[in-house]
């Protein structure tokens, strides 16, 4: 069994409804993003602020969060079941921030944008691998910050915003491996969080919802559950 699921399976019963709630939550929000948008949900109480480097690349596409609605893609809820018999959370405890689609920008609230990902509250914890892959990426951009990509062959996810980078550039990593510590570097980031984008079909492939690899996960959970009981 992975690190993360081990973990949560020392209070399984409480933690697996739980996950399931809030899962479910924001997968009908993330549904709901064409008749309201959801608002960015900052950590206003944590002001501590990652010193970015002087070096950052140019922002690769995707890096700074947000994306045009041509390169966004919905897929259904069993499409990746098939490709991921072993699957980790990407922290220890998931509270969205911010869901997947149409938001008002949290840089210009008068805008509204295209959230290319997911948004998870975290204040400088361990990130890890939510698939087995190969590293690709260990970079930083000017809007994403340190960040780290893992090519997983069906997609690709990058964890974006970090303060610390775990993994090397074609290190193999585990469903589970810590690859780095969350954050607040780049520039669009109104507080600690961690912001995860995933691609179908390679780097460059269309994004989708990281909620439907979240939702396998909490699934297995409960059916470890329901075997130990």
């Known amino acids: 069994m992975i690190f993360q699921i081990k973990i949560l399976s020392l209070h399984m019963g409480k933690c697996c409804l739980a996950l399931t709630v ?3 939550h924001g997968y009908a929000s993330s549904h709901a993003q064409h008749k309201a948008y959801s608002h960015f949900n900052t950590i206003g109480d944590y002001h501590r602020k990652y010193v970015s480097p002087n070096n950052y690349a140019p922002d690769d596409e995707g890096m700074d969060e947000e994306a045009d609605e041509s390169n ?8 990746l079941k098939s490709y ?28 509204r944008r295209m959230h290319n990902g997911l948004d998870l509250k975290a204040r400088f914890e361990e990130v890890y691998s939510m698939l087995p892959g190969i590293v690709t990426r260990t970079t930083s951009s000017v809007n994403g910050g340190y960040y780290v990509t893992v090519n997983h062959g069906i997609c690709v996810c990058s964890y974006l915003h970090l303060s610390k980078i775990k ?17 607040n570097s780049g ?6 969080h961690l912001h995860i984008a995933c691609r179908w079909g390679g780097e460059n492939g269309k994004f989708f919802n990281p909620l439907l690899i979240l939702r396998f996960v909490s699934e297995q959970l409960l059916n470890n559950n329901t075997k130990r009981q």
Do not use: E, Y
């Open 22 to 24: 809030l899962l479910c």
């Open 72 to 79: 966004l893609i919905q897929l259904p809820n069993d499409s």
């Open 84 to 111: 991921m018999p072993l699957v980790a959370l990407p922290l220890k405890k998931i509270r969205i921030s911010s869901p997947f689609g149409s938001r008002r920008d949290p840089m210009n609230r008068r805008n």
């Open 167 to 183: 993994v090397k550039v074609g290190q193999h990593v585990k469903a589970g491996d810590i690859i780095a510590i969350s954050g």
């Open 187 to 192: 520039k669009r980031t109104t507080g600690p």
